[in-house]
């Protein structure tokens, strides 16, 4: 049975999230381990407007992984396509994330800069060709910490979506031109996290576009775990959205990328 954490954090993020890895069980950074750290900073927005992914929750994880003995840790993210490129860097240095980084002397990614590793032909869902970062296939461990949000196509943007911004630039619009939510599914196929964590501590729920699911949850909250399609299902219940009406949840879980029912998810 898949396990998801939610847990209060109160004014300990780092205590809260260490209690949540006891609660499933999980353990997923080892000494040595080289860790990639993928928030959701499409916008450089306010960083505790629920967004994008709080700076502080970041911080308690990068500060886990440090304390876990990872022989490096990384921040990265690619941001919206939408965005023009003068302002990208500030997705990071306008949010707070770099001040983060800086802190705890570690590197935030900026994939853009970088190389990407070109993928073709993989679905029918997906472009003919597009590229993900390099970042994703040379770390050890990543984990995938999205923000509690709804979304004007694919109903609600977790986990799975999260790793979208791991795309290209370019390729990023080009995922919506056949089967949005196919393509996420392919997408989590190649791109494995080792663990999931939706920042649900802002007082308001976000979203993309227009949505009627706006009213925040009453309580600084995180979901944890290592289940990509479960922890997704328990965040959309989180919202009051039935996990079995959202495609990337119920075609997550037909790939065979985790649990879908809430019945068969030990939610602690």
């Not at 509690?148 to 995922?175: I, S, W």
């Not at 190649?190 to 802002?202: G, Q």
Request: hydrophobic share 35%; proline share 4%.
């Amino acid at each position: 049975m898949s396990k998801v954490a939610l847990i209060k954090t109160d004014s300990d993020i780092y205590g809260a999230f260490g209690k949540a890895l006891d609660d499933i069980g999980a353990r997923p950074v080892k000494r040595g381990d080289y860790v990639l750290i993928k928030p959701n900073l499409y916008e450089p927005l306010d960083p505790y407007g629920g967004e994008i992914t709080s700076p502080k929750v970041v911080e308690a994880i990068a500060r886990y992984c440090l304390d876990c003995g990872a022989r490096r840790v990384v921040i990265g993210e690619g941001p919206s396509y939408y965005q023009p490129q003068s302002a990208l860097r500030e997705c990071f240095t306008r949010t707070g994330i770099s001040e983060v980084a800086e802190r705890l002397k570690i590197e935030w990614a900026l994939f853009d800069e970088h190389s990407y590793r070109t993928f073709r032909g993989v679905s029918r869902s997906t472009p003919d060709e597009f590229r993900i970062t390099e970042y994703a296939f040379d770390c050890d461990k990543l984990i995938d910490v999205p923000c509690l949000k709804t979304h004007y196509q694919t109903t609600v943007t977790l986990a799975m979506k999260n790793l979208k911004g791991c795309l290209k630039r370019e390729d990023k619009p080009r995922f919506h031109d056949r089967d949005l939510s196919g393509a996420v599914v392919e997408l989590n196929k190649i791109v494995r996290p080792a663990l999931n964590v939706i920042d649900a501590t802002s007082k308001r729920i976000g979203s993309v576009g227009s949505s009627a699911h706006r009213e925040g949850t009453g309580a600084s909250l995180l979901l944890v775990g290592t289940d990509v399609v479960a922890v997704d299902a328990v965040g959309c219940a989180l919202m009051g959205i039935d996990p079995q009406e959202v495609a990337t949840v119920t075609r997550g879980a037909e790939a065979g990328l985790g649990e879908k029912d809430l019945t068969r998810i030990e939610i602690l």
